[in-house]
């Protein structure tokens, strides 16, 4: 059974910074594309950050030079660094697996940045 199982989210205040952790079991991670997406009320899922296992990344042009996506393989587990937080990154953040046509989502984390 595979589960992503993310974790850190909350409320921070504008500037702000948080962690949000991603721990895989069930598939081999090594292979896996790791990402991370966020919904906002009323838009479309979007991707923000992705990471190959050889640690190559891809970011939203809105959150480069803000957020850092890293992967831990030896403990299944991928990270984002939120930093400098803005109201608008406020969302339900996803984390995804992706390897070929398999293709496995977390449960989600809210994020809410508000003064």
């Known amino acids: 059974q595979v589960q992503l199982v993310e974790s850190g989210g909350g409320l921070v205040q504008p500037g702000g910074s948080l962690r949000l952790s991603c721990a895989a079991s069930?598939?081999?991670?090594?292979?896996?594309?790791m990402g991370w997406y966020r919904q906002a009320p009323g838009k479309e899922r979007e991707l923000v950050a992705s990471?190959?296992?050889?640690?190559?990344?891809n970011y939203l042009d809105s959150v480069k030079g803000r957020f850092t996506i890293s992967r831990d393989n030896a403990k299944n587990t991928v990270y984002l660094q939120m930093n400098s937080l803005k109201a608008e990154d406020t969302a339900v953040y996803y984390c995804n697996a992706r390897m070929l046509i398999r293709e496995y989502w977390g449960q989600g984390t809210q994020v809410t940045v508000s003064s």
């Open positions: 990471i190959r296992s050889n640690g190559n990344a």
């Open positions: 069930g598939i081999n991670f090594n292979i896996y594309v």
